[in-house]
């Protein structure tokens, strides 16, 4: 089993920067692809962004130059740091993690991008 903690979410002005993290317990072992997904109200959950474990990265178009996804494998835990935030960011970010084929989710952490 993995258990999945998502933290640094908060309120956080247009133009300014977040980062969140998502630490992965239990064992680390056979855990591959790590990525953040995220969901608006009203609206369907999206990927916004995944990392292997050998660090081949994949952003969504909307925030692509904006956000940077990075893992430190020895720690099982991902980051995301997003730059630039825009109001459309405001969602609920969930952490996943994909291990020997079976998606685990964590519970989410809610951004919220207004002046």
């Known amino acids: 089993q993995v258990q999945l903690v998502e933290s640094g979410g908060g309120l956080v002005q247009p133009g300014g920067s977040l980062n969140l993290a998502c630490a992965a317990s239990g064992t680390g072992v056979g855990i591959n692809v790590m990525g953040w997904y995220r969901q608006a109200p009203g609206m369907q959950r999206e990927l916004v962004a995944t990392i292997t474990r050998g660090g081949i990265t994949y952003y969504a178009d909307s925030v692509k130059g904006r956000f940077t996804i990075s893992r430190d494998n020895g720690k099982n835990t991902v980051y995301l740091r997003m730059n630039s935030v825009k109001p459309e960011d405001t969602a609920v970010y969930y952490c996943?993690?994909?291990?020997?084929?079976?998606?685990?989710w964590g519970k989410g952490t809610l951004v919220t991008v207004s002046a």
């Open positions: 996943k993690v994909d291990r020997w084929g079976t998606n685990y």
